[in-house]
């Protein structure tokens, strides 16, 4: 506990507590499968071996098969470019933003220390969806 600074660590959620005590690694990993979740329609869409091929080769296998699985999890509507994995990349620290930001000052504060990124979190009701998507990922990584 004493890794977070001072605050109430039993008074926080277990997998936000496990995620906030994770490596950087663990954090960006976290990161690049909520961005796959954030856009696991458009990994859902892919059909041509080399789109999928090539999803793999610049992120992971494990970030499209965490897009596969969550599908569930996907906003409506979600922004997109011409590049997918720049997309992925992009809305997956967004979704890191919002977690962090919906933590209690004393943790976010010291998770900010390891994931220095300034990215904006989504917007409105999206915040949540964010948020839920990185605690899902987290619990499931955090598991293993």
Known sequence: MDRLGHGDGSALDPTDLALACADVGTLRGVAAQAGAVWHARRVC????????????DQLSEAVRHAALRHVALTPEDVDATPSLVADIMR?????MAAWIAALPDWV?????????????????????????IVRTLAAEALAA
Request: net charge positive; proline share 5%.
């Open 45 to 56: 869409a892919l059909v041509r071996g080399a789109d999928i091929a090539e999803l793999g």
């Open 91 to 95: 809305d997956g620290r967004g979704c």
């Open 108 to 132: 976010s504060a010291r998770v900010r220390l390891k994931w220095a990124d300034a990215s904006q979190p989504p917007a409105g009701a999206r915040t949540q969806a964010a948020v839920a």
